[in-house]
């Protein structure tokens, strides 16, 4: 299910500290589908029980929509997922649809959003990923097996930083760091 967004509102969710993800030509906000959902586990991370508004959900469901993504394309202000789950970020988070008004009072805010750095990631391998800052080489994501985390080499020191096993979830971190470093 998609539903416009106005600019003003992915920048508010930006700013409630939703995960921002740029790769390539994809520019994404991502929702923690946890976040919507009242859910419970048991020690070994199944799910042990959910709610949805109250609602009872089957376990499998409830585990299908914690594995599914939810986002906000911040390309295009139109936020992408699972019905259940879109509806529950609109709700959470305030959003609403654009309109001809939001349009005509986001274009100044354009050129402010534009004053961020542009992170971007390129797969070499299925080990290896070139990070991009700006268009201007970074430093390299390399998976290291042993620890079963990414690493994050960047060229301006001489040592690695570890974050997560998913490759995504690492993307997103760094782009944030990078992101807010770069505001300071």
Same mark, same amino acid.
């Given at each position: @299910?998609?539903?416009?967004l106005?600019?003003?509102t %992915?920048?508010a969710l930006e700013?409630?500290?939703?995960?921002h993800?740029?790769?390539?030509? @994809?520019?994404?906000?991502y929702?923690?589908?946890k976040?919507?959902m009242? %859910?419970d586990?048991?020690k070994s991370?199944?799910v042990q029980?959910a709610e949805?508004?109250g609602?009872k959900?089957?376990?499998?469901?409830?585990? $299908?929509?914690l594995?599914?993504k939810?986002?906000?394309?911040?390309?295009?202000?139109?936020?992408v997922g699972?019905?259940?789950?879109?509806?529950l970020?609109?709700?959470?988070y $305030?959003?609403?649809e654009?309109?001809?008004e939001?349009?005509?009072?986001e274009?100044?805010?354009a050129?402010?959003?534009?004053?961020k750095?542009?992170?971007?990631?390129?797969?070499t391998?299925?080990?290896?990923?070139?990070?991009?800052?700006d268009k201007n080489?970074?430093g390299?994501l390399?998976?290291d097996?042993?620890?079963d %985390?990414?690493v994050?080499?960047?060229?301006q020191?001489?040592d $690695?930083v570890s974050y997560?096993?998913?490759?995504?979830?690492?993307?997103?971190?760094?782009?944030?760091?990078?992101?807010i470093?770069?505001?300071?």
């Open positions: @299910m998609k539903k416009q106005s600019q003003n %992915v920048s700013s409630a500290g939703l995960s993800w740029v790769k390539g030509d @994809m520019d994404r906000i929702i923690n589908a976040d919507l009242d %859910v586990f048991y991370g199944n029980h949805i508004n609602e959900i089957s376990n499998t469901k409830a585990t $299908g929509l594995n599914s939810i986002y906000v394309d911040a390309n295009t202000n139109e936020i699972p019905d259940e789950l879109v509806d970020a609109i709700a959470k $305030g959003l609403h654009a309109s001809e939001d349009a005509e009072a274009a100044p805010e050129s402010e959003e534009s004053s750095p542009v992170v971007e990631f390129s797969e391998s299925d080990t290896e990923v070139d990070v991009f800052v080489r970074y390299k390399q998976f097996a042993e620890q %985390v990414w994050l080499w960047p060229i020191i001489d $690695g997560f096993e998913d490759l995504a979830e690492t993307e997103e971190t760094i782009t944030d760091e990078i992101q470093y770069n505001e300071d």
